[in-house]
Structure formats: structure tokens, C-alpha cells
């Protein structure tokens, strides 16, 4: 033992020196250490399933009133959102619904003479996002609803403007998690708001986190994107079509064989996510029931829209078909 | 007065807040890991095994935020709780320098087993990870430490 890691190491305090002075003891103390050594690792390779229920078993319990109290915090910074930005969205939103009352009849009328039949209505649920702030939380985020609600694994998750933050992993009774758009494993197809252009986008990391940026890869070589276009989920995968994710930057040197990578900078940084919509799975049975066929609609004539569950609004302006 | 009753009691307060900064409150890497803190000073108190446990208790608990690797901090904690009450071998410190450097160094390696378990298609770069976020918090969590002993009243010979 080197005594007195320098000079501080008073003689006074010599005698309360304790240590696992039996040799044996020792030895079981460090058969225990191992022991715990082993598991950690084989913590650390449990399949992903497993490593899922261990962390929900444990933030459905100890860790719930950690949980609960930032939900709690969340909701109440929410409500203390300054009342002229939340009167500003909405006098836009009223803008933007009193304009676009002209293209829902016109719309209505085109589908009436190409006899398709009328689109079933999508829905969300309202959400407060939890970040634990934790080393390897960096791409996770807890939502307060669940399967109670409708949430369900792969339902996509958008701020409340619109934007695209990432996607259910697990759904919960009352609780979900999330893993956004910086994680590496994420992916979305996407194209350009005029559909000319498309390719598939996954995280680009910077230094640092707050530097991280999409990357759109696989477009054509022929096909050139400039500064400053839009993109948008395509409607393939688990994304619905039309969720707005960045805007292009510049081209990256990333390109491989006859494709252009670009770099793209996200609209939602997703540390600055507090309130998101999560969407709803649609109902399987009018997935290809939008078309009629020849001799007659596919599936019976749809019903008026049911009254929406509580939390569930109808959720039709933002995807369109 | 150093008391096991305190020194545990200042171990479990500093678990309290670290997931009170963390998760109730969301300040992420602006707050300290209080958790390597505790585990380090609760680990000088301890033999081998039973430190390993703790850091093992404590890292699951950390994992279950995480979606990029579970596993990663558990192993982590689990190795730097072993190692503290190791150091009860080689070094009695009581003095401010060791404190502080026991300290850094134990949430320093704590970042390194954390950066080694991630797995190379997650880990960030060594140098940015490793070489200068990590010390930067591993003085952070270093002084914080120190600031808790102090104002706990357990004096220098508690991290021992």
C-alpha cells in the first residue's frame, strides 16, 4: 500500500483504515466483483427485447417520479408558452383553413367525377416529450401515452408544427418511447415538395450533437438539388407522406457510385421538442380501399367520421394523399 | 462527524439529484454526474464486491434512459465501483489533492469504459469524446464532489 498519497495522509487517520484484510474475504469480495463484472457485460448483449423490458420494468418503477415530475414540469412550461406566439399560430392557422376551404370543395368535386371515395380521416394523439438527459439517451425521448391511447410501435411522431421528430420503439400502457431523427439507425424516404426529386434520409453526426444534420442519400446523378429545397417524407416506410423534415444545404462529398448525397439541415432539433403529436396507425381496412372498383365501391360506403376519443382529433390537413 | 449514517445519507442525496437534474428537471450534460460522484465516494466505504453491486445497481438504472446501448453504463459503473474500493489498496487519502484527483480520474474512467462499451458504429470520436468533453466533466463533477463533501461536513478522510 503507498501510504500518504502525498503529504495530507495524517497519521491520525492511519488507524481508521479499513480494508479487507482477510484473505479470504478478499477473495470472496472479489469473486462478488467479478461476478457483477459478468453480468454487466451480459446486460450489455441482451437482445434488444430483453434490454427493452429490463429499462421499462425500471421506469415504470423507481424511476417514475423522476418521470412523472418532468411531466408534470413539462405540461406547466407548456401552458406558460407566450399567449401572442400561441395567438399568432392560430390566426395563421385560421389563414390558412379559411384559403384552403376552396381546394376541400375542389377536391371533393375531382373525386366525386374520378368516383374514388373519400379519404378516411387521420388522427393523432398530443404529447409531452421526457428527455433523461443521460449518457446514451442522447437519441431517446419518453412520451406520457401509450397503447391506452392508440400509440403503438412505428407511430410516427411530429412537433407541433409539423415537423418530423422521430418514431415510436416501444408503446406502454400510459408510456412510450421514442427515438428521434439523430438516431443511427433512422431512416426516412423522402423527396422534394414537388415529388421530382427523391432518396432516403438518415442522420448525418456533427462534432457535437447540437451540430447533427440529415444526410439525404440515393439520388440520381442526373438529378442536381439546390440550397434551400425542402424535403418531405415520400409515404413509404412508416412515415406518412408529406411530414416536412429539412432543407437541403449544400451537396456532401459522401456520394457513392452514380449518387448524390446532400446535406440537409433538420427543422426540429429534437432537444427543443416539448409538445409533439403522435399518429395514429390507419386502419387497415381503408389502406387500399380508396380506390373504387369498376363495378362499385371496394368496401361499404364509409360511415360519417366517428366523434373523436378524447385526445384524438382528426388529423387531416397535414397528409395528404 | 464522518458516520456511515452520513456518508450513506450524502450518497443517496446525491442519487436523488442526479436523477432529480437529469430527468425530472431535463438539464442533461449542463448537470454534474452525481452518480459517479456517490458511486466513487460510496465505494471507498465498501469492499470490492459490494462496490461492484452498487455501481451495477446504479448503471441499469442510468441504462434504462438509454436507447443506444444498454449495458454501456452499467458496465461502466460496475468496473468504476470496483476499481474505487481497489484504490482503498494502494492509496490512503485524506487530503484535498487526492480527493480531487480520485475524483476526476473515477468519473474520467467512467467515460472511457462508457465510450469503450458503446461499440464502434456508436462511439463518437476518441479525441472529442475521450480527450476533451470527458476531463471537462470529469473537473465538473470533481469540484461538485468536493463541494459536497465540504458543506456535508464529512471532511477529506470520508473518500478514503
Known amino acids: 500500500m503507498l501510504n500518504g498519497w502525498p503529504a495530507g495522509a495524517g497519521l491520525g487517520t492511519m488507524s481508521k483504515y479499513k480494508s479487507d484484510t482477510n484473505g479470504t474475504r478478499k477473495a470472496h469480495s472479489a469473486f462478488v466483483a ?21 429499462a421499462s420494468l425500471l421506469r415504470d418503477s423507481v424511476l417514475r417520479p423522476f418521470i412523472f415530475t418532468q411531466e408534470v414540469l413539462g405540461r406547466r ?26 381546394l376541400l370543395e375542389e377536391n371533393a ?15 393523432y394523439v398530443p404529447a409531452s416529450v421526457i428527455r433523461a438527459g443521460m449518457p446514451g439517451s442522447e437519441s431517446m425521448f419518453l412520451l406520457d401515452v401509450g397503447s391506452d391511447q392508440g400509440v ?5 411522431v411530429i412537433t407541433d408544427r409539423g415537423y418530423l421528430l422521430g418514431v415510436v420503439r416501444r408503446a406502454g400502457a400510459t408510456s412510450a418511447t421514442g427515438r428521434d431523427w439523430t438516431h443511427p439507425q433512422f431512416r426516412a424516404s423522402a423527396m422534394t415538395e414537388d415529388g421530382s426529386v427523391t432518396g432516403l434520409v438518415r442522420a ?32 413509404l416506410g412508416v412515415y406518412p407522406r408529406g411530414i416536412r423534415l429539412g432543407v437541403v444545404i449544400e451537396e456532401s462529398d459522401k456520394q457513392e457510385g452514380w449518387n448524390r448525397s446532400y446535406l440537409v439541415r433538420p427543422f426540429v432539433s429534437p432537444g427543443e421538442a416539448a409538445h409533439v403529436l403522435v399518429l395514429m396507425p390507419e386502419e387497415p381496412d381503408f389502406l387500399d380501399a380508396n380506390l373504387r372498383s ?28 | 462527524m464522518k458516520t456511515p449514517a452520513r456518508i450513506w445519507g450524502v450518497v443517496g442525496l446525491l442519487i436523488l439529484l442526479h436523477f432529480g437534474l437529469h430527468v425530472s428537471l431535463g438539464f442533461g450534460e449542463g448537470a454534474p454526474d452525481l452518480l459517479a460522484v456517490g458511486l466513487l465516494i460510496g465505494a471507498r466505504e465498501v469492499g470490492m464486491g459490494r462496490a461492484a453491486g452498487f455501481g451495477f445497481v446504479l448503471g441499469l438504472l442510468e441504462d434504462a434512459f438509454s436507447v443506444l446501448a444498454f449495458g454501456a453504463n452499467t458496465f461502466a459503473l460496475t468496473l468504476v465501483g470496483m476499481g474505487g474500493a481497489g484504490t482503498r489498496d494502494f492509496f490512503v487519502g485524506d487530503s484535498l ?28 470520436p476518441f479525441v472529442d469524446t475521450v480527450l476533451i468533453q470527458s476531463p471537462i466533466s470529469a473537473v465538473y463533477a470533481g469540484v461538485i464532489g468536493l463541494v459536497v463533501i465540504a458543506i456535508s461536513g464529512l471532511g477529506w478522510e470520508t473518500v478514503r
Do not use: C
Not at chain 1, 454487466?40 to 427493452?52: G, M
Not at chain 2, 480531487?100 to 462511439?123: F, I, N, P, T
Open chain 1, 109 to 123: 368535386r375531382l373525386r366525386r367525377l374520378l368516383d374514388l371515395s373519400g379519404r378516411n380521416p387521420d388522427r
Open chain 2, 97 to 124: 489533492f487526492f480527493v480531487m484527483s480520485y475524483l476526476v480520474l473515477g468519473k474520467w474512467a467512467r467515460d472511457l469504459l462508457h465510450w469503450v462499451a458503446l461499440g464502434e458504429g456508436l462511439r463518437e
Open chain 1, 204 to 235: 448525418a453526426p456533427g462534432g457535437f450533437r447540437g451540430a447533427d444534420l440529415m444526410l439525404l442519400d440515393g439520388v440520381p446523378f442526373q438529378q442536381e438539388l439546390r440550397p434551400g429545397v425542402v424535403l418531405v417524407t415520400n409515404g
Open chain 1, 152 to 156: 403503438t410501435r412505428d407511430s410516427p
Open chain 1, 34 to 54: 467479478f461476478g457483477f463484472v459478468v453480468l454487466s457485460v451480459i446486460a450489455l448483449l441482451l437482445p434488444d427485447t430483453s434490454q427493452d423490458e429490463v
Open chain 1, 77 to 102: 412550461s407548456i401552458h406558460a408558452e407566450d399567449t401572442e406566439d400561441l395567438q399568432a399560430r392560430l390566426d395563421s392557422l385560421v389563414a390558412m383553413i379559411a384559403n384552403s376551404s376552396t
Open chain 1, 294 to 321: 369498376e363495378e362499385g365501391p371496394m368496401v361499404p360506403e364509409q360511415a360519417a367520421p366517428e366523434e373523436p376519443a378524447q385526445g384524438i382529433a382528426d388529423f387531416g390537413a397535414r397528409r395528404p394523399r
